[in-house]
Each structure stands twice: as structure tokens, then as C-alpha cells.
């Protein structure tokens, strides 16, 4: 399977964007996914996660309230949406897929597939 996140970009405090993390190779549906962050010189953060069984969504404290995370099957697609942004979500984000136990799914090691990472850069 092959990911691709875009959607990234330069925007200001308060403002929303949409990441996307398109498949090709396989059917993102059956795999749970997972959108990481990571901030030059600091370790991979779990930002939020849609499990393949039963499509249960997890977020992390700093996420909850303010992003969403969702499939489109029709478009093999899994999508990260973020309102509110503030200076301290600036990061390279990258989707990941895999098929982690659920106390696993926040920990970016059991993911075996991961797309190349979109750059999100929030300015106050």
C-alpha cells in the first residue's frame, strides 16, 4: 500500500485545514489508520486514529475538540481536519497504516505503511 498526505501549508492562528492521505496499492478500509507529527529534533506525536474495526476514533489531548479524523472508502482516502490551529501544531504530518491491537494504535511503531509526510507551519 502507498500513501500520500497533502494538504499541508502555511496558514495563520485560528485558521482550518483538511489533510488527505490517499491509497493506491490496497484498500485503506481494512487497515486502521493514524495521523503522526513531528517536530525537527523531537520524537513522533500521535495526533489521531481511525480503527479498521468498528471505524472507533482516538485523539490525542492536544487534537480532541479541535480535529477530525474520517474515511472516504468510495476515494480510499482517510482525511484529517483541523480547526483552530495554533503555532504549536506546526509539524510535518504524516498518515500511517497498519493492523495494531487498540492498545497499540497510538504508538507510530506498529504501523508498517506510512505516506511522506505534509508540512503544516501555523503563524501567530
Known amino acids: 500500500v502507498q500513501l500520500q498526505a497533502s494538504g499541508g501549508g502555511l496558514v495563520q492562528a485560528g485558521a482550518s485545514l483538511r489533510l488527505s492521505c490517499a491509497a493506491s496499492?490496497?484498500?485503506?478500509?481494512?487497515?486502521?489508520v493514524a495521523w503522526f507529527r513531528q517536530v525537527p529534533g523531537k520524537e513522533r506525536e500521535f495526533v489521531a486514529v481511525?480503527?479498521?474495526?468498528?471505524?472507533?476514533?482516538y485523539y490525542s489531548d492536544s487534537a480532541r475538540g479541535r480535529c477530525t479524523i474520517s474515511r472516504d472508502i468510495a476515494k480510499n482516502t482517510v482525511y484529517l481536519q483541523m480547526n483552530s490551529l495554533k503555532p504549536e501544531d506546526t509539524a510535518v504530518y504524516s498518515c500511517?497504516?497498519?493492523?495494531?491491537?487498540?492498545?497499540?494504535?497510538?504508538?507510530?511503531?506498529?504501523?508498517?505503511?506510512w505516506g511522506q509526510g505534509t508540512e503544516v507551519t501555523v503563524s501567530s
Open positions: 500511517a497504516a497498519g493492523r495494531p491491537i487498540l492498545s497499540a494504535i497510538t504508538n507510530s511503531d506498529v504501523y508498517y505503511y
Open positions: 496499492g490496497g484498500t485503506l478500509s481494512t487497515y486502521t
Open positions: 481511525v480503527t479498521v474495526s468498528g471505524g472507533r476514533t
